[in-house]
Protein backbone atom coordinates (compact mmCIF):
# COMPACT_ATOMS: atom_id res chain seq x y z
CA UNK A 1 0.00 0.00 0.00
CA UNK A 2 0.95 3.50 -1.35
CA UNK A 3 2.10 5.81 1.25
CA UNK A 4 -0.76 9.20 1.58
CA UNK A 5 0.78 12.31 2.29
CA UNK A 6 -1.04 15.49 3.81
CA UNK A 7 -2.48 17.49 0.99
CA UNK A 8 0.22 20.37 -0.79
CA UNK A 9 -1.40 22.56 -2.67
CA UNK A 10 1.01 25.76 -3.04
CA UNK A 11 -1.31 27.30 -5.50
CA UNK A 12 -4.34 26.80 -3.94
CA UNK A 13 -6.55 30.50 -3.19
CA UNK A 14 -7.74 31.35 -0.02
CA UNK A 15 -11.52 31.78 0.27
CA UNK A 16 -11.39 33.86 3.68
CA UNK A 17 -8.50 36.75 4.80
CA UNK A 18 -5.82 34.73 6.77
CA UNK A 19 -5.55 35.87 10.39
CA UNK A 20 -2.30 37.09 11.09
CA UNK A 21 -2.68 36.19 14.70
CA UNK A 22 -2.74 32.47 13.91
CA UNK A 23 0.72 32.43 12.10
CA UNK A 24 2.70 32.20 15.21
CA UNK A 25 2.81 30.80 18.43
CA UNK A 26 0.81 32.40 21.37
CA UNK A 27 4.24 32.56 23.42
CA UNK A 28 6.13 34.00 20.77
CA UNK A 29 8.14 37.00 21.25
CA UNK A 30 6.68 39.32 18.57
CA UNK A 31 3.50 39.72 20.80
CA UNK A 32 5.50 40.34 23.93
CA UNK A 33 7.62 43.27 21.81
CA UNK A 34 3.69 44.66 20.75
CA UNK A 35 2.22 44.21 24.05
CA UNK A 36 4.54 46.09 25.57
CA UNK A 37 5.44 48.82 22.85
CA UNK A 38 1.52 49.81 22.57
CA UNK A 39 1.57 50.35 26.67
CA UNK A 40 4.70 52.65 26.50
CA UNK A 41 4.47 56.49 26.25
CA UNK A 42 5.57 57.25 22.52
CA UNK A 43 5.10 60.85 22.96
CA UNK A 44 8.59 61.38 21.67
CA UNK A 45 8.66 59.78 18.98
CA UNK A 46 5.01 61.59 17.62
CA UNK A 47 6.85 65.24 17.96
CA UNK A 48 8.55 65.20 15.33
CA UNK A 49 5.42 64.93 13.19
CA UNK A 50 2.65 67.24 14.93
CA UNK A 51 2.08 70.29 13.01
CA UNK A 52 4.42 69.28 9.84
CA UNK A 53 1.84 69.96 7.38
CA UNK A 54 3.39 66.68 5.17
CA UNK A 55 1.33 65.69 2.39
CA UNK A 56 2.36 62.03 2.40
CA UNK A 57 0.67 59.85 5.45
CA UNK A 58 4.15 58.18 7.14
CA UNK A 59 4.43 54.61 8.57
CA UNK A 60 2.94 54.55 12.31
CA UNK A 61 5.89 55.05 14.94
CA UNK A 62 4.67 51.96 16.97
CA UNK A 63 5.18 49.61 14.23
CA UNK A 64 8.46 51.05 13.29
CA UNK A 65 9.44 50.73 16.91
CA UNK A 66 8.48 47.07 17.01
CA UNK A 67 10.03 46.32 14.08
CA UNK A 68 13.25 47.89 14.88
CA UNK A 69 13.04 46.27 18.42
CA UNK A 70 12.18 42.94 17.63
CA UNK A 71 15.25 43.22 15.02
CA UNK A 72 18.04 44.17 17.72
CA UNK A 73 16.39 41.07 19.84
CA UNK A 74 17.29 38.60 16.53
CA UNK A 75 19.88 40.23 15.85
CA UNK A 76 19.16 41.89 12.69
CA UNK A 77 20.93 45.48 12.71
CA UNK A 78 20.69 46.69 9.18
CA UNK A 79 18.05 48.46 7.69
CA UNK A 80 18.46 46.86 4.27
CA UNK A 81 17.93 43.36 6.49
CA UNK A 82 15.18 44.65 8.10
CA UNK A 83 13.28 45.51 5.13
CA UNK A 84 14.35 42.45 3.15
CA UNK A 85 12.92 40.24 6.78
CA UNK A 86 9.60 42.17 6.06
CA UNK A 87 9.13 40.81 2.98
CA UNK A 88 9.81 36.92 3.71
CA UNK A 89 9.99 36.58 7.51
CA UNK A 90 6.11 35.52 9.32
CA UNK A 91 7.59 37.65 12.47
CA UNK A 92 8.43 40.51 10.65
CA UNK A 93 5.56 40.48 8.77
CA UNK A 94 3.09 40.09 11.76
CA UNK A 95 4.72 43.13 12.95
CA UNK A 96 4.48 45.20 9.87
CA UNK A 97 1.06 44.51 10.06
CA UNK A 98 1.11 44.02 5.56
CA UNK A 99 2.95 47.23 5.85
CA UNK A 100 6.39 47.10 4.05
CA UNK A 101 8.34 50.01 4.64
CA UNK A 102 11.87 51.03 2.95
CA UNK A 103 14.80 50.50 3.85
CA UNK A 104 15.75 54.10 3.75
CA UNK A 105 12.64 54.90 5.99
CA UNK A 106 13.79 52.40 9.08
CA UNK A 107 17.86 53.77 8.56
CA UNK A 108 16.40 57.03 8.95
CA UNK A 109 13.29 56.38 11.54
CA UNK A 110 15.97 54.98 13.86
CA UNK A 111 18.74 57.61 12.99
CA UNK A 112 16.08 60.42 14.19
CA UNK A 113 15.34 58.85 16.92
CA UNK A 114 18.18 56.83 18.69
CA UNK A 115 18.57 58.96 22.10
CA UNK A 116 14.82 58.11 22.44
CA UNK A 117 15.73 54.39 22.60
CA UNK A 118 17.22 55.52 26.03
CA UNK A 119 13.62 56.13 27.19
CA UNK A 120 12.37 53.22 25.84
CA UNK A 121 15.02 51.45 27.82
CA UNK A 122 13.84 53.12 31.03
CA UNK A 123 10.08 52.43 30.44
CA UNK A 124 10.47 48.72 30.10
CA UNK A 125 12.63 48.53 33.65
CA UNK A 126 9.79 50.16 34.87
CA UNK A 127 7.39 47.44 33.77
CA UNK A 128 10.06 45.41 35.14
CA UNK A 129 9.88 46.55 38.28
CA UNK A 130 6.06 46.75 38.69
CA UNK A 131 6.54 43.27 37.87
CA UNK A 132 9.27 42.81 40.50
CA UNK A 133 11.19 41.69 38.66
CA UNK A 134 13.91 43.92 39.37
CA UNK A 135 14.88 44.12 43.13
CA UNK A 136 18.49 46.16 42.55
CA UNK A 137 19.50 43.27 45.47
CA UNK A 138 23.02 42.80 44.17
CA UNK A 139 24.25 44.75 40.76
CA UNK A 140 27.77 43.79 38.74
CA UNK A 141 29.05 46.39 36.46
CA UNK A 142 31.41 46.26 33.95
CA UNK A 143 32.82 47.37 30.74
CA UNK A 144 33.65 45.70 27.19
CA UNK A 145 35.54 47.74 24.27
CA UNK A 146 33.08 47.46 21.30
CA UNK A 147 34.00 48.46 17.79
CA UNK A 148 32.79 51.74 16.14
CA UNK A 149 31.63 51.70 12.51
CA UNK A 150 35.30 53.50 11.65
CA UNK A 151 38.32 51.65 10.04
CA UNK A 152 41.54 51.72 11.81
CA UNK A 153 42.93 52.70 8.70
CA UNK A 154 41.41 55.80 8.34
CA UNK A 155 43.30 57.13 11.56
CA UNK A 156 46.48 59.13 11.77
CA UNK A 157 49.06 59.83 14.30
CA UNK A 158 49.88 63.73 15.50
CA UNK A 159 53.44 63.12 13.78
CA UNK A 160 52.18 61.95 11.00
CA UNK A 161 49.40 65.09 10.87
CA UNK A 162 52.24 67.34 11.12
CA UNK A 163 54.64 66.18 8.48
CA UNK A 164 51.87 65.36 5.88
CA UNK A 165 50.33 68.88 6.40
CA UNK A 166 54.15 70.30 5.19
CA UNK A 167 54.24 68.15 2.62
CA UNK A 168 50.19 68.92 1.30
CA UNK A 169 51.17 72.81 1.57
CA UNK A 170 54.92 72.12 -0.62
CA UNK A 171 52.43 70.40 -2.93
CA UNK A 172 49.94 72.73 -3.11
CA UNK A 173 52.36 75.77 -4.02
CA UNK A 174 54.21 73.99 -6.66
CA UNK A 175 50.65 73.22 -7.97
CA UNK A 176 49.85 77.12 -7.64
CA UNK A 177 53.22 78.04 -8.98
CA UNK A 178 52.81 75.96 -11.92
CA UNK A 179 48.95 76.45 -12.95
CA UNK A 180 49.93 80.67 -12.86
CA UNK A 181 52.50 80.03 -15.22
CA UNK A 182 49.85 77.90 -17.35
CA UNK A 183 47.49 80.70 -17.08
CA UNK A 184 50.14 83.66 -18.29
CA UNK A 185 50.44 80.91 -21.65
CA UNK A 186 47.40 80.82 -22.25
CA UNK A 187 46.83 84.57 -21.85
CA UNK A 188 49.40 85.02 -24.43
CA UNK A 189 47.75 82.00 -26.73
CA UNK A 190 44.16 82.65 -26.21
CA UNK A 191 44.00 86.28 -24.66
CA UNK A 192 43.02 87.76 -21.42
CA UNK A 193 38.87 86.52 -21.54
CA UNK A 194 39.69 83.29 -21.07
CA UNK A 195 38.34 81.66 -17.93
CA UNK A 196 41.44 79.80 -16.75
CA UNK A 197 39.74 80.24 -13.18
CA UNK A 198 38.83 75.93 -12.78
CA UNK A 199 40.93 74.40 -10.30
CA UNK A 200 42.90 71.83 -11.32
CA UNK A 201 41.64 68.65 -10.01
CA UNK A 202 44.87 67.23 -8.36
CA UNK A 203 45.24 70.52 -6.68
CA UNK A 204 41.55 70.68 -5.00
CA UNK A 205 42.08 66.66 -3.76
CA UNK A 206 45.21 67.97 -1.64
CA UNK A 207 43.83 70.84 -0.74
CA UNK A 208 40.62 68.86 0.41
CA UNK A 209 43.07 66.59 2.18
CA UNK A 210 44.58 69.24 3.92
CA UNK A 211 41.51 70.69 5.28
CA UNK A 212 40.48 67.09 6.80
CA UNK A 213 43.76 67.01 8.43
CA UNK A 214 43.87 70.43 9.74
CA UNK A 215 40.58 69.62 11.17
CA UNK A 216 41.56 66.36 12.63
CA UNK A 217 44.87 68.10 14.02
CA UNK A 218 43.09 70.76 16.03
CA UNK A 219 40.53 68.51 17.24
CA UNK A 220 43.53 66.59 18.61
CA UNK A 221 44.66 69.53 20.03
CA UNK A 222 41.64 70.73 21.79
CA UNK A 223 40.82 67.04 23.36
CA UNK A 224 44.70 67.19 24.58
CA UNK A 225 44.10 70.68 25.87
CA UNK A 226 40.55 69.48 27.87
CA UNK A 227 43.17 66.62 29.38
CA UNK A 228 45.52 69.57 30.66
CA UNK A 229 48.17 68.66 28.31
CA UNK A 230 50.23 70.98 26.68
CA UNK A 231 50.58 69.31 23.48
CA UNK A 232 49.35 66.22 21.45
CA UNK A 233 51.67 63.06 21.99
CA UNK A 234 53.47 62.09 18.64
CA UNK A 235 51.65 58.54 18.79
CA UNK A 236 48.49 60.14 19.39
CA UNK A 237 45.81 59.29 16.95
CA UNK A 238 42.80 60.54 14.85
CA UNK A 239 39.85 58.92 13.11
CA UNK A 240 39.01 60.94 9.92
CA UNK A 241 35.31 58.48 9.95
CA UNK A 242 34.41 58.50 13.50
CA UNK A 243 36.45 60.96 15.39
CA UNK A 244 34.81 60.52 18.42
CA UNK A 245 35.54 56.69 18.55
CA UNK A 246 39.14 55.90 20.13
CA UNK A 247 42.13 53.50 19.54
CA UNK A 248 41.50 50.76 22.31
CA UNK A 249 43.14 47.18 22.83
CA UNK A 250 40.59 44.72 22.74
CA UNK A 251 40.07 41.22 24.43
CA UNK A 252 41.65 39.67 21.56
CA UNK A 253 45.03 41.96 22.06
CA UNK A 254 44.74 43.64 19.25
CA UNK A 255 44.39 47.30 19.20
CA UNK A 256 40.70 48.97 16.66
CA UNK A 257 38.89 51.82 16.09
CA UNK A 258 36.46 51.24 19.58
CA UNK A 259 33.70 52.21 21.71
CA UNK A 260 34.11 51.73 25.72
CA UNK A 261 30.47 50.23 26.90
CA UNK A 262 29.22 49.93 30.47
CA UNK A 263 26.06 47.70 31.71
CA UNK A 264 24.68 47.35 35.21
CA UNK A 265 23.17 43.57 35.66
CA UNK A 266 20.89 42.72 38.44
CA UNK A 267 21.43 39.95 39.95
CA UNK A 268 17.86 38.49 40.33
CA UNK A 269 16.79 37.93 36.67
CA UNK A 270 19.99 39.38 35.14
CA UNK A 271 18.49 41.93 33.75
CA UNK A 272 20.67 45.24 32.33
CA UNK A 273 19.45 47.99 34.55
CA UNK A 274 22.09 50.18 33.49
CA UNK A 275 23.80 51.07 30.31
CA UNK A 276 26.12 54.11 28.73
CA UNK A 277 29.27 54.34 26.54
CA UNK A 278 32.42 55.80 27.17
CA UNK A 279 35.63 57.23 24.91
CA UNK A 280 37.82 56.24 27.62
CA UNK A 281 39.77 52.62 27.53
CA UNK A 282 39.77 52.23 31.24
CA UNK A 283 36.69 51.52 33.43
CA UNK A 284 37.84 53.73 36.52
CA UNK A 285 36.17 56.86 35.66
CA UNK A 286 32.83 54.87 35.01
CA UNK A 287 31.78 53.11 38.37
CA UNK A 288 30.34 56.36 39.79
CA UNK A 289 28.20 57.44 36.54
CA UNK A 290 26.97 53.96 36.05
CA UNK A 291 25.74 53.87 39.67
CA UNK A 292 24.02 57.15 39.52
CA UNK A 293 22.71 56.49 36.28
CA UNK A 294 21.07 52.92 38.64
CA UNK A 295 19.78 55.55 40.87
CA UNK A 296 17.99 57.75 38.04
CA UNK A 297 16.75 55.00 36.24
CA UNK A 298 15.49 52.33 38.71
CA UNK A 299 14.67 55.11 42.01
CA UNK A 300 17.04 52.98 44.25
CA UNK A 301 21.21 52.84 44.91
CA UNK A 302 21.96 48.76 44.87
CA UNK A 303 22.07 46.98 48.52
CA UNK A 304 25.29 45.73 46.91
CA UNK A 305 27.29 46.52 43.76
CA UNK A 306 30.39 44.40 42.43
CA UNK A 307 32.74 45.66 40.15
CA UNK A 308 36.39 44.39 39.02
CA UNK A 309 39.51 45.81 39.40
CA UNK A 310 39.64 48.06 36.43
CA UNK A 311 37.24 50.60 39.11
CA UNK A 312 39.13 50.54 41.76
CA UNK A 313 40.76 54.22 42.89
CA UNK A 314 40.59 55.94 46.15
CA UNK A 315 38.51 58.64 44.40
CA UNK A 316 35.91 56.05 43.72
CA UNK A 317 35.95 54.93 47.22
CA UNK A 318 35.15 58.17 48.40
CA UNK A 319 32.29 59.05 46.21
CA UNK A 320 30.62 55.88 47.25
CA UNK A 321 30.74 56.64 50.89
CA UNK A 322 29.22 59.75 49.95
CA UNK A 323 26.37 58.46 47.96
CA UNK A 324 26.15 55.91 51.00
CA UNK A 325 26.40 52.86 48.41
CA UNK A 326 28.24 49.67 49.27
CA UNK A 327 30.06 48.07 47.47
CA UNK A 328 32.91 45.24 46.72
CA UNK A 329 35.24 46.77 43.99
CA UNK A 330 38.52 44.24 43.46
CA UNK A 331 41.69 45.89 44.04
CA UNK A 332 43.68 43.16 41.73
CA UNK A 333 43.09 39.94 39.34
CA UNK A 334 41.50 36.93 41.50
CA UNK A 335 43.47 34.80 42.64
CA UNK A 336 46.90 36.83 42.31
CA UNK A 337 48.73 38.68 45.07
CA UNK A 338 47.19 41.95 46.12
CA UNK A 339 49.52 45.06 44.83
CA UNK A 340 50.64 46.96 48.01
CA UNK A 341 48.42 50.10 49.01
CA UNK A 342 49.71 53.31 49.59
CA UNK A 343 49.86 54.10 53.47
CA UNK A 344 47.58 57.47 52.72
CA UNK A 345 44.82 55.82 50.57
CA UNK A 346 42.78 54.61 53.88
CA UNK A 347 39.78 53.73 51.87
CA UNK A 348 41.68 51.54 49.55
CA UNK A 349 42.76 49.44 52.68
CA UNK A 350 39.52 49.76 53.89
CA UNK A 351 38.01 47.95 51.29
CA UNK A 352 41.11 45.09 50.97
CA UNK A 353 39.81 44.29 54.80
CA UNK A 354 35.98 44.25 53.57
CA UNK A 355 37.14 42.22 50.83
CA UNK A 356 39.09 39.64 53.67
CA UNK A 357 35.46 38.72 54.60
CA UNK A 358 33.92 35.47 54.42
CA UNK A 359 30.80 36.48 53.00
CA UNK A 360 31.91 39.48 50.83
CA UNK A 361 34.42 36.80 49.35
CA UNK A 362 31.28 34.34 48.63
CA UNK A 363 29.04 37.52 47.31
CA UNK A 364 31.71 38.77 44.94
CA UNK A 365 32.47 35.58 43.25
CA UNK A 366 29.13 35.99 41.88
CA UNK A 367 30.08 38.96 39.95
CA UNK A 368 31.37 36.91 36.32
CA UNK A 369 28.58 35.20 36.57
CA UNK A 370 26.03 38.17 37.32
CA UNK A 371 26.97 40.32 34.19
CA UNK A 372 29.44 38.50 32.01
CA UNK A 373 26.42 36.33 30.09
CA UNK A 374 24.89 39.60 29.44
CA UNK A 375 28.21 40.48 26.83
CA UNK A 376 28.07 37.03 25.78
CA UNK A 377 24.42 37.31 24.56
CA UNK A 378 25.08 40.67 23.19
CA UNK A 379 27.81 39.65 21.40
CA UNK A 380 27.87 36.07 20.55
CA UNK A 381 23.72 35.43 20.43
CA UNK A 382 22.43 38.52 19.19
CA UNK A 383 25.58 38.77 16.96
CA UNK A 384 26.07 42.69 17.88
CA UNK A 385 30.26 43.50 17.90
CA UNK A 386 30.25 46.84 16.29
CA UNK A 387 28.00 50.07 15.91
CA UNK A 388 26.34 50.62 13.08
CA UNK A 389 26.35 54.38 13.51
CA UNK A 390 28.85 56.72 14.44
CA UNK A 391 29.39 59.69 16.74
CA UNK A 392 28.82 59.40 20.63
CA UNK A 393 25.16 60.48 20.76
CA UNK A 394 24.11 58.09 18.15
CA UNK A 395 25.88 55.27 19.61
CA UNK A 396 24.53 55.42 23.19
CA UNK A 397 21.64 55.19 21.73
CA UNK A 398 21.94 52.73 19.86
CA UNK A 399 23.37 50.88 22.24
CA UNK A 400 20.41 51.51 24.75
CA UNK A 401 18.46 49.97 21.51
CA UNK A 402 20.87 46.96 22.14
CA UNK A 403 20.40 46.56 25.69
CA UNK A 404 16.56 46.71 25.91
CA UNK A 405 16.31 44.30 23.35
CA UNK A 406 18.36 41.74 25.58
CA UNK A 407 15.89 43.12 28.50
CA UNK A 408 12.91 42.18 26.41
CA UNK A 409 14.17 38.82 25.40
CA UNK A 410 14.56 38.01 29.44
CA UNK A 411 11.03 39.39 30.25
CA UNK A 412 9.48 37.32 27.57
CA UNK A 413 10.34 34.34 29.41
CA UNK A 414 9.96 35.75 32.95
CA UNK A 415 7.01 37.98 33.12
CA UNK A 416 4.34 35.38 32.39
CA UNK A 417 5.81 33.44 35.74
CA UNK A 418 4.82 36.30 37.78
CA UNK A 419 1.71 36.14 40.08
CA UNK A 420 -1.31 37.90 39.20
Request: net charge positive.
Amino acid sequence: MGTKFIDYQPNQLYLLPQNPEEWLPEEHLVYFIRDTVTELDLSRFYQKYQGDGRRNQPYHPSMLIQILLYGYCTGVFSSRKLAKKIEEDIAFRVLAADNRPHHTTLCRFRDAHLSDFEDIFRQVLSIAREAKLCRLGVVAIDGSKLKANASRHKAMSYERMNSAEKELKKQISEITRRARGEDAAEDVEFGEEFRGDELPQELSRRESRLAAIRAAKKRLEQRTQEEKQSTPEAKSQENFTDPESRIMKTAQGDFQQCYNTQIAVDADNHLIVACAVSQSATDSRQLIPMLQQVQTVNNKIPDTTLADAGYKSEDNFKSLMAMGANALVSLGKEDKTLPSIAPDKKLTKRMAKKLKGKKARKLYKKRKAIVEPAYSWIKQVLGFKKFSVRGLKKVCGEWSLVCCALNLRRLNSKIQWVPA
